[in-house]
Nanobody
């Protein structure tokens, strides 16, 4: 499966962004999808994951602010982010895995898209 992330940009603190991850080459219904983020000099951080049936898991940092969703008909996964903070600044990556039990782990993902930069100004 090939993944293409988009939707990043520059936003002021308190603002919102919606990231998209479009898949090709395979039906996304066969995968658990996740979003991770990375800032320079720091390890990649789990953000959120969603099963094909809609079960979700969020990192504490995004609970109440971020919503992961998927449109299986469009083969696309989304990350809606509200109340953005400067510490949310990172490159955001979408990824696909087969196992929800390890969806919080970077090493648990077999397929990765390229990142999309999110910058939140104070």
């Amino acid at each position: 499966v090939q993944l293409q992330a988009s939707g990043g940009g520059l936003v002021q603190a308190g603002g919102s962004l919606r990231l998209s991850c479009a898949a090709s080459g395979s039906d996304l219904r066969g995968y658990i999808m996740g979003w991770h983020r990375q800032t320079p000099g720091r390890p990649s951080e789990f953000v959120a994951a969603i099963t094909s049936g809609g079960d979700t898991n969020y990192a504490d940092s995004g609970k109440g602010r971020f919503t992961i969703s998927r449109d299986n008909a469009k083969n696309t996964v989304y990350l809606q982010m509200h109340s953005l903070r400067p510490e949310d600044t990172a490159v955001y990556y979408c990824a696909a895995t087969y196992d929800f039990a390890i969806a919080t782990l970077v090493d648990g993902y077999a397929y990765w898209g390229q990142g999309t930069q999110v910058t939140v100004s104070s």
